[in-house]
């Protein structure tokens, strides 16, 4: 069996003058501090699937391409939504972090966060994701480019745009954006 990282960072685009807000979190997650590392088997955790701050209010030099920007449940690659945020748009990012104590069988969470300012985008592709750990928080240690499994297999966007549910086996990392009301 492949062990796997869940992680999610979510990237949030909004007001110049403001910063991004995690508002509630439910089921497995919880919102913590940034950690020292969110590199494969540094935060693990059975039962908790971890979201934090990473860099806020950052003006993107180049454009951001996210794969998830429809609300929906995408739990195949075919479902995929593409969709780019603009070079000087300003965002602030979030990650959601799962990766279990690996023994045996593969271990599954599922989590919701919600967020003050509405989802533009998710990204669950690897290499996507590799492309933004520069918005990761400081002092935090990201997982080497090339690791496989860092997307979610199963991600939903709420209608509202405002919540994002990742869930998953394993350990993975996905990236959304958001814009203030």
């Given at each position: 069996?492949?062990?796997?990282?869940?992680?999610?960072?979510?990237?949030?685009?909004?007001?110049a003058s403001g910063r991004a807000e995690i508002v509630g979190t439910g089921g497995a997650a919880v919102e913590i501090a940034p950690p020292p590392s969110?590199?494969?088997?540094?935060?693990?955790?059975?039962?908790?699937?971890?979201?934090?701050?990473?860099?806020?209010?950052?003006?993107?030099?180049a454009p951001l391409v996210v794969n998830i920007s429809a609300p929906g449940v995408y739990d195949d690659a075919a479902d995929v939504t593409p969709a780019t945020i603009p070079a000087a748009t300003v965002i602030s990012s979030h990650l959601v972090h799962f990766d279990i104590v690996f023994q045996g069988a593969p271990g599954a969470a599922t989590g919701s966060v919600t967020f003050?300012?509405?989802?533009?985008?998710?990204?669950?592709?690897?290499?996507?994701?590799?492309?933004?750990?520069?918005?990761?928080?400081p002092g935090t240690t990201y997982?080497?480019?090339?690791?496989?499994?860092?997307?979610?297999?199963?991600?939903?966007?709420?209608?509202?745009?405002?919540?994002?549910?990742?869930?998953?086996p394993?350990?993975?990392?996905?990236k959304c954006s958001t814009t203030s009301a």
């Open positions: 069996m492949k062990t796997r990282m869940l992680v999610a960072a979510v990237v949030l685009l909004i007001a969110v590199d494969l088997d540094a935060l693990e955790s059975d039962t908790e699937v971890r979201t934090f701050e990473e860099l806020q209010v950052v003006t993107l030099g003050r300012d509405r989802i533009l985008g998710v990204i669950v592709d690897d290499a996507d994701l590799d492309a933004t750990d520069f918005l990761g928080a997982p080497q480019p090339g690791i496989q499994f860092r997307g979610f297999e199963l991600f939903e966007l709420d209608r509202s745009r405002s919540a994002a549910t990742p869930s998953g394993s350990s993975k990392r996905s």
